[in-house]
């Protein structure tokens, strides 16, 4: 039976300095890997799921280290395409106390940018998948790209496959309107959309009136609200929006709505000491696509999917390294203590 999850994005290589030095003060860089889908892709891995991560990298040592780095959590890497001129790199200052993080990009260029709808056999790709994970961060690296996006939608949807979508806005990479045109048509094979409050307004056009904190009990009629367009716009059967209060770097308050056709269900609400604020999204993706295939109910979905990113907050490097039982005990109401 098909049970494997394919996620789709650029790999690349995260550059950062030291602890929380900035960029002028830095004289050495820690080097990881990650990028928003292979960081979906490990986190579904450790916590038992079948997964498989496609991309375009060149043939060189340094992609090949970035490839075994994905391949060590237990990804299939066998669908990667290697060809082109070099891997993609992102820089991150991370951000302490009142001082937020500053990245900056460096893939135009890359392989994956450069790559043409032909590199991709799409049937063959998704031979063994149950669901594709897709951000709005790979369309925008190019016109080719975002035309490769939507047509890899259109085949899953075609072979049955569930397409899960984060709308990932990035204002560094392109327009609101040229991500309005392109995510629009994504969205009409999307299944499982992701978004927050924001994207919803700069991708989809529609409007919101929420005041103060993100996860204030007053806003959730207008998140409900946003929904219910949503749902009447495209043929979305879950929608998931992410609640998020940054009084600081060091300090976030986290929490998230689930809204399918049984109405609407909130997680509790984390007030977080964060290590690592980079791929907290992704581990909230990849924690509710598990549920998914776990066939969860909304309430458990939301819940486990917001412990998974609560736990992201924990953990230094883009993925989320956290076991299936590690999420299941927060979710039930565990505390952090030291396991004996």
């Known amino acids: ?30 080097a990881i890997y990650g990028g928003a889908e292979a960081n979906v892709a490990i986190a579904l891995s450790v916590s038992g799921f079948n997964t498989a991560y496609v991309t375009k990298v060149p043939e060189n040592e340094v992609a090949q280290t970035a490839i075994n780095f994905v391949r060590s959590f237990g990804v299939d890497t066998s669908r990667i395409v290697r060809g082109g001129p070099r891997l993609g790199l992102y820089y991150i200052d991370r951000g302490a106390s009142q001082r937020g993080s500053k990245v900056i990009y460096d893939r135009a260029g890359s392989s994956f940018a450069l790559a043409k709808a032909a590199d991709f056999d799409w049937k063959a790709i998704f031979k063994d998948a149950k669901l594709f ?38 204002a560094s990479l392109w327009s609101k309107d040229a991500a309005r045109k392109v995510m629009t048509e994504i969205s009409k094979y999307v299944d499982i959309c992701f978004a927050n409050e924001e994207e919803i307004q ?26 219910e367009q949503l749902m009447k716009m495209f043929p979305f059967s879950t929608i998931a929006i992410t609640l998020l209060d940054s009084p600081s770097s060091s300090n976030h308050i986290w929490g998230a709505l689930l809204y399918d056709k049984t109405g609407a269900h909130y997680s509790r609400i984390y007030n977080i000491q964060t290590v690592d604020r980079v791929g907290v999204g992704d581990a909230f993706s990849a924690g509710l696509i598990g549920a998914t295939l776990k066939g969860y109910s909304g309430d458990q979905a939301v819940e486990y999917a917001v412990a998974a990113a609560a736990l992201k907050f924990t953990v230094e490097g883009d993925c989320n390294l956290v076991s299936d039982k590690e999420i299941e005990a927060l979710a039930n109401g565990g505390r952090a203590e030291i396991k004996r």
């Open 1 to 30: 039976m098909s049970d494997t999850v394919v996620t789709f994005g650029e790999l690349l290589l995260r550059l950062s300095p030291e602890e929380h030095k900035r960029f002028l003060q830095a004289d050495k860089f820690d």
């Open 133 to 170: 994970h897709l951000t709005g961060i790979t369309p925008a690296l190019s016109s080719e790209m975002a035309q490769i996006c939507i047509e890899a939608c259109r085949i899953a949807k075609e072979m049955g496959v569930i397409v899960s979508f984060d709308v990932n806005y990035r």
């Open 202 to 227: 700069d991708v989809y056009g529609i409007q919101s009136a929420t005041r103060g904190s993100a996860t204030d009990p007053a806003n959730r009629p207008i998140y409900e609200h946003m929904s």
